[in-house]
């Protein structure tokens, strides 16, 4: 199926129910092609591949996160 900015815009739930049905929406602006809808696969992680997921899980230094954060920005402000 095919719809419209403006049809995403106005009528999002009849969109999301066809998606829910299965079916794949294709969006365009402007008579261009720009984003695609898409159901959600159950139980299949689309990003399991993705090598960058989990980057920050052995890092140990972001354990607590407000220190590290505050760490970071020690030297552009003032903050202690």
Known sequence: MQATAK????HT???LETVSRGEEV???YRGKPHAKLVPV???NDQNS????RGI????KESKNVNAYIKKLRRGR???R
Request: proline letters at 4%; glycine letters at 8%.
């Open 7 to 10: 049809d995403l815009r106005f």
């Open 13 to 15: 739930k009849e969109l």
């Open 26 to 28: 294709l969006i365009t």
């Open 41 to 43: 696969s159950s139980g």
């Open 49 to 52: 591949g993705n090598p960058l």
């Open 56 to 59: 920050w899980k052995n890092h």
């Open 77 to 79: 402000t003032n903050a």
